[in-house]
Structure formats: structure tokens, C-alpha cells
């Protein structure tokens, strides 16, 4: 039993680990090059915003660090049961690595300049009518990588389901948990967390609006679909169980009553 178990850990560790690989891949690859037409011109020719208000690494770190975190909270108040830990860093870990791989494929398909891309094409404001850029290629390539927007689809990805485990671990949405408000404040906090980084990339002249909401949507569905591979509903009575360990619990507690009825042979 021990081996089959440690058997599949490794195998989801494994699926992990490879879509990690491919999102680091998709990372380097250069993407569709969009042609550019006269009338749409006036959406590319922002200025390029050195500073952002979240940077990447910031955007990274609040996004996997913050889910971590809350679900050490949760043990060490011991709020989750054993074998809980496993179950939700599985569940956020495949979250962050199947959002990536899936934003970055419909990067490099879509090509969708930013809306700086002018300004990193022409650095020096010379602009010719062939767009033939001038400016550093690594930068120009990518520009062409507004759409679905990275920043936004991370933070929904990590804080959605950092916002779905709060609501599991507190009953927010069955009968034990409904109508206290502090509860429902701690669901929607790292949805407000998300929803100012991804608006900030707009703010940054980085990604259309269209970017962010795509983006959004996106990160927010793999929170959701990870999240239900391995808790119930949030409605469910037991919704602050993972569904393995309910699935086990039954099984041992049914062989301890058997063993209990067990009557010795005379």
C-alpha cells in the first residue's frame, strides 16, 4: 500500500516537474509576428514604463509564496488534518505550472504587441514605415507577448487558489461557515490582491485591458480546476477535507469494525 502511494507521489511530482521544463521552454521562444495595421497603430505607441508597479519577481513571489504560506498557517493552527499539506501543494503547485504552460502557448500563438511595442521598437522615436526596429531584439520580441497577460494570470492562479483554500478551511459557503463576515473579508482579500496586480499592468502601459481579463479568467479557471482535483465543493459539509483523505478514512475505520466483530472460533 506504502509503495503504491509513494508510487503516484512520484508520478505527480514527475507531471509537475515536466510542465515546469515546458514552461521554461515556452519562455525562450520567439512568438507569431503579428503584422500591424495603419488604423490600430495608435494602440502600440504608449511610452515604455521603466519602474513597474509589481515587477515580475515581485509578481512571482507574491504568487506562489502567499498559498504556501497560508496553508502553513492553517497546519501549524491545526486547521487541516494529516495528509492535508501534501494534498494542497499539489493542487497549487500543478495550479501555477499548468497556468503557465497554457499563458505562454497563447503568447507566442496569438503575438499581440504591447501596448509600449513602438517604443521599444524605435528607442530613439525614429520610426520608419517598413517597422523596421531599431531597438535591442530581446526586448522587441517581448513586446510581441501583450496577450493573455502573464502578471494577471499568475496572481489569479496562486491567490485564486489561496482564496478557494480560505474558503474551504473556513466553511465560507456552507452552513457552518455562512454569515460571519470575517470569513467571507478573508476569501475575497487575495482576490483584492490579484485584481490590483493585474489592473497595475494596464497602469504600466505593459497589456490591453483585453490582456488583463483574458489573463484573469484564465489563472482563475486552473485555480479552480486544481483545486477540485483534490477538495470537494465549497458547499459540501465536509468541504475542509482533501478528497483523499476522505476517500481513505471510510475504508480504515470499516476494517477496524470488522476487526471488533471478529468472534474467535471455539
Avoid at 515536466?18 to 490600430?40: D, G, H, K, S, Y
Avoid at 522615436?125 to 494577471?152: A, Q, T, W
Amino acid at each position: 500500500m506504502k509503495g503504491r502511494l509513494l508510487r503516484g507521489f512520484r508520478s505527480e511530482v514527475s507531471i509537475r516537474m515536466v510542465l515546469l521544463v515546458v514552461f521554461l521552454v515556452t519562455e525562450q521562444l520567439p512568438p507569431f509576428i503579428r503584422e500591424i495595421q495603419a488604423e490600430e497603430m495608435w494602440l502600440y505607441k504608449f511610452q515604455t514604463v521603466k519602474n513597474d508597479h509589481v515587477p515580475t519577481y515581485l509578481m512571482f513571489t507574491v504568487a506562489i509564496v502567499t498559498p504556501v504560506l497560508v496553508i502553513l498557517i492553517f497546519t501549524i493552527t491545526k486547521k487541516s488534518e494529516r495528509g492535508d499539506v501534501k494534498e494542497a501543494l499539489l493542487a497549487v503547485t500543478l495550479t501555477l505550472v499548468l497556468n503557465g504552460v497554457f499563458t505562454n502557448a497563447i503568447k507566442l500563438i496569438v503575438g499581440r504587441p504591447r501596448p509600449d511595442f513602438l517604443s521599444r521598437c524605435f528607442p530613439d522615436g525614429k520610426m520608419n514605415v517598413e517597422l523596421r526596429c531599431s531597438g535591442d531584439p530581446d526586448d522587441i520580441i517581448e513586446g510581441r507577448k501583450s496577450f493573455p497577460s502573464g502578471h494577471s494570470s499568475f496572481a489569479f492562479a496562486g491567490l485564486g487558489f489561496t482564496a478557494l483554500y480560505i474558503a474551504g478551511k473556513l466553511r465560507c459557503f456552507n452552513a457552518a461557515g455562512q454569515g460571519r463576515a470575517w470569513r467571507l473579508c478573508a476569501f475575497l482579500t487575495p482576490l483584492l490582491v490579484a485584481s490590483m496586480i493585474a489592473l497595475s499592468r494596464t497602469c504600466d502601459y505593459k497589456h490591453h485591458w483585453q490582456d488583463v481579463l483574458v489573463g484573469s479568467l484564465l489563472g482563475l479557471v486552473f485555480a479552480w480546476l486544481c483545486y477540485r482535483q483534490h477538495y470537494p465543493p465549497l458547499q459540501d459539509h465536509e468541504c475542509h477535507r482533501p478528497l483523499r483523505h476522505r476517500q481513505t478514512v471510510p475504508a480504515v475505520q470499516e476494517r477496524k469494525l470488522a476487526n471488533s466483530n471478529y468472534i474467535l472460533p471455539v
